[in-house]
C-alpha cells in the first residue's frame, strides 16, 4: 500500500494501523517482526511503522518481544534489532451454546487459541430465566478458572435452537421453554460490555465444522443437526446462508405437511411416543437396534428414512458438495451408510456425507467463530472490507 | 474517478472508455451528453473525455447527435455544442429457450429493449438435431425479420431443461431426447462468432422475472418451473444459486424417495399415467377439476400436494422471500391458493406466493438476460468488478 494523499488523517491512521496489526498477527511463534520487516510487509514508510507500532504498543495489541541471544543485531546500529509480535493475549473471545440439557462456555484469545471451557447442566423444561443463570455460570466458571478478566472479552458469539432474527431476538424456538420472542442478545449483553452475537445452533455449527471440523476446505456445506426433528445450517461459497428471516434450513417442519408420523412417534418402540429431547431414551433405542431387537430396528428404519427425506430436500433445493451430519452424540454412525446409499439413489448430484468431527462442541466452537469473526473486521477491517 | 498514476496505459483507457460510456448509456433518449456534461459525470479531464468519445465513435458504441433547433449553444463558440449518446443499436443480444415441445428466441438491442421474436414448435419425441435444427431456425427467423445481421450478436443465453455444467454441456436432462451429455454450448457457438451460454431453464427464468416480472425488486427468490415433476431456479441476494454441480432446485427427484406414487400418475383420471411432457392431457384434467369432475378434482388435489410438499421442502431450505409459480400456461391459477395456505399453515416464516407475471416467454426472457450481463460486463467493467 502506498501513501494515501488527502482524506481524513485519523481514518488513515486507523488503516495503516490495521495493515501493520494483520502483519504481525501473520507471523506464527517468535521470531516476531523488525521495523524492517515491517517496512518490506507492508509498503509504509519506516517513519509511519515507527509511529503506528507505537500506538499499537499503547493500546495493547503489540508487545516488544525481549532481544534473543545469539541473533544478530542491526550491523549499523550495533545492537539487537526491536522486534514486536500481535499480542494475543490482549482480547479474548467467548462462544456460548444453549442447549436443551447443557450450556456450554468455551474462550479463546484473539487468534482462537483454546483458552478454557466450562459446561453447567440444564434440565429441559426449565425456563428461560433459569437457563440464563445457568449460562450466565458457565461463562462465570470459565472466565474464573482461565484467569481471563470480563473486561478482556472483545465479542461473545451465542448458539442457540430457533430462528434467531437479526437483532438477536429468537422469532420461533419449540425446543426451550419460554424461548420463542425472548430478546436473547438483550438479556446476555447486560452481563458483557463487548458486543453479544446470537446464532442459530445449526448455524454455528456448520461455521465450526468449516473452522476446525469436518468441513475443513470445503465451502458449499449443509450441516445436518440431528434430532427427533432436524434442523441445518448452510454455508454457500464459504459464508451462510442465513436466508430472508432467518429461517433457512428449519426442515424439520416437512414432516408436518405429510399427515404422516410426528417425529416424537418415529422412534418409539412403546406405541407411546419419546419426548421429543430425551437423549438417552433416543440412545436406548439406537442401542437396541444395534442389538438386534425387533420393534427397535422398525423404529431406528423409520427414523433414518424420516431423515433421508429431510436431508434429500435440503441436498437438492441447495446442491452442496458436503453434508455434515452432527448433534446427537450417540446413534449417528447408523445413520451414515443409510443416507449415502439414499441420496446416491436419489440425489442427481450426491454430495459426500461425514459425520461431524466436532460432536458436541459444534455449536460452541461456531459461536466462538462467530465472536472471532467479528473481533477480526473490528481490528483488521479497512474501509468497511474484512480481512481473513 | 481521478488521474490514475503509474499502470498499463492501455488499460488505463480501457477504464476510462467504460466510464465514459457508462455514463452514456445512463441517459435515457436524447438529449444526450456534451463533453462538458461527461466531464462533470466522470471526474475526468476534457482532453481525456474527448479522446475517449473518439474512440468509442470509431468502434461504433458511440455517435454524435444531430444540433437540435432551438438549444442554446456554447456561449463561448457561439455554436451548438456537440452531444452524443450511446448506441444502443451497435450490438444485439440472444435469448434462446429450448422446451419439449417450442423453442423459442428474442432478440434485443444493447439496453435489453425488445427487438423481435420468432418460435417454432418442436416434437418431444425429437432426437437432440432435429430439435437443435429447430433452434436454428428461430434464430434465423428473428434475425431476418427484425434485418440485424448476425454479426451484430455480443452473446446468446440460451435456457434448456437439465443439470448445465459450467462448460455449456447438459449434464443430465431426462426431459429432452439425447439430451444428457450433450455439448450444448459448443454445438451452437458453430452458428456463432460470439460467446454462448447455456443455463437451466427454471434458472433463467428466476433471473427474468427479477428483471422484469413477479419479481421485480425482490433478491431473495425461488422460482418453481411446475410441471409434473417441478424444477426450481434461486436467487440468493440477486444472484443465481446453481449449487456445486449446477443441480440445485431439482425438487422434482425428491418423490423418488416416497415410494409414493410416480409424478405421471398423480394428474392421472384413468389409472394409466400421463405422458409427463403432454400439457394439453394436463389441462384437460384441471379444465375437468374446475368443472366439478369427481377424478379430476381427486387428480388434481393430489398433484397439488406433491407441488405443495415440494416447493415447502424449498422455502424450508432456502427461506426466500417471494415464490414465483410458473411453466405450464393453464392450470397454475388453481394451485396458487392451495399453495399459500399450505405453506402458511406449516412454514415458520412463509414468504409470498405469485404467479409468473411472464408466463410461457419467462425462460427465454431470462436466457437474453443472462446474454445482456455478459455484454454488459465486457462493455462496462472496470477491472473486473462489472457494473449495471
Redesign the interface.
Known amino acids: 500500500m502506498g501513501r494515501l494523499t488527502g482524506g481524513d488523517p485519523s481514518l488513515l491512521r486507523r488503516i495503516n494501523s490495521s495493515v501493520v496489526l494483520r502483519a504481525l498477527r501473520g507471523t506464527a511463534e517468535p521470531p516476531a517482526l523488525t521495523f524492517t520487516d515491517l517496512v518490506h510487509d507492508t509498503g509504509l514508510s519506516r517513519p509511519t511503522v515507527e509511529g503506528v507500532v507505537d500506538g499499537l504498543i499503547e493500546t495493547g495489541l503489540v508487545a516488544e518481544t525481549p532481544p534473543e541471544a545469539g541473533v544478530p543485531g542491526d550491523p549499523r546500529r550495533g545492537r539487537p534489532a526491536r522486534r514486536f509480535r500481535f499480542r494475543a493475549e490482549a482480547g479474548h473471545v467467548l462462544g456460548v451454546e444453549i442447549g436443551a440439557h447443557r450450556t456450554a462456555a468455551v474462550l479463546a484469545d484473539l487468534t482462537g487459541r483454546d483458552a478454557g471451557t466450562a459446561t453447567r447442566d440444564v434440565g429441559e423444561t426449565d425456563c428461560a430465566d433459569v437457563r440464563l443463570e445457568q449460562v450466565r455460570g458457565a461463562i462465570g466458571d470459565v472466565l474464573r478458572r482461565s484467569g481471563v478478566p470480563r473486561d478482556s472479552l472483545r465479542a461473545v458469539g451465542v448458539g442457540s435452537p430457533g430462528?434467531v432474527r437479526a437483532d438477536g431476538t429468537v422469532?420461533?424456538s419449540t425446543a426451550l421453554p419460554g424461548w420463542t420472542g425472548l430478546p436473547l442478545a438483550d438479556r446476555l449483553r447486560r452481563s458483557f460490555r463487548c458486543p453479544v452475537l446470537v446464532e442459530n445452533d445449526a448455524n454455528a455449527a456448520a461455521l465450526a465444522e468449516h473452522w476446525k471440523g469436518a468441513a475443513v476446505g470445503t465451502d458449499?456445506v449443509v450441516f445436518v443437526l440431528a434430532g427427533l426433528s432436524p434442523g441445518?445450517g448452510?454455508l454457500?461459497g464459504g459464508r451462510l446462508?442465513?436466508?430472508?428471516?432467518?429461517?433457512?434450513?428449519?426442515?424439520g417442519?416437512?414432516h408436518?405437511?405429510?399427515r404422516e408420523a410426528r417425529p416424537e412417534n418415529l422412534l418409539s418402540t412403546t406405541g407411546e411416543p419419546l419426548p421429543p429431547l430425551d437423549e438417552p431414551a433416543v440412545a436406548r433405542v439406537f442401542a437396541l437396534a444395534r442389538h438386534g431387537d425387533a420393534r427397535a430396528t422398525e423404529a431406528v428404519d423409520r427414523y433414518v428414512r424420516r431423515l433421508?427425506?429431510d436431508v434429500?430436500?435440503?441436498v437438492?433445493?441447495?446442491?452442496?458438495?458436503l453434508v455434515v451430519v452432527g448433534g446427537w452424540a450417540s446413534g449417528l454412525d447408523g445413520v451414515l451408510e443409510p443416507l449415502r446409499r439414499?441420496l446416491e439413489?436419489?440425489?442427481?448430484?450426491p454430495?459426500r456425507v461425514e459425520l461431524s468431527s466436532l460432536g458436541a462442541t459444534a455449536v460452541a466452537v461456531g459461536a466462538l467463530r462467530l465472536a472471532l469473526d467479528h473481533t477480526e473486521e473490528q481490528l483488521f477491517a479497512v474501509e468497511g472490507a474484512a480481512a481473513r
Chains 1, 2 share one sequence.
Open positions: 430462528i422469532g420461533l458449499d441445518a448452510s454457500i446462508h442465513r436466508g430472508f428471516n432467518g429461517a433457512a434450513g428449519e426442515i417442519a416437512l408436518l405437511l405429510g433421508v427425506h434429500a430436500a435440503l437438492l433445493a441447495l446442491d452442496p458438495e439414499e439413489r436419489h440425489c442427481l448430484r454430495p
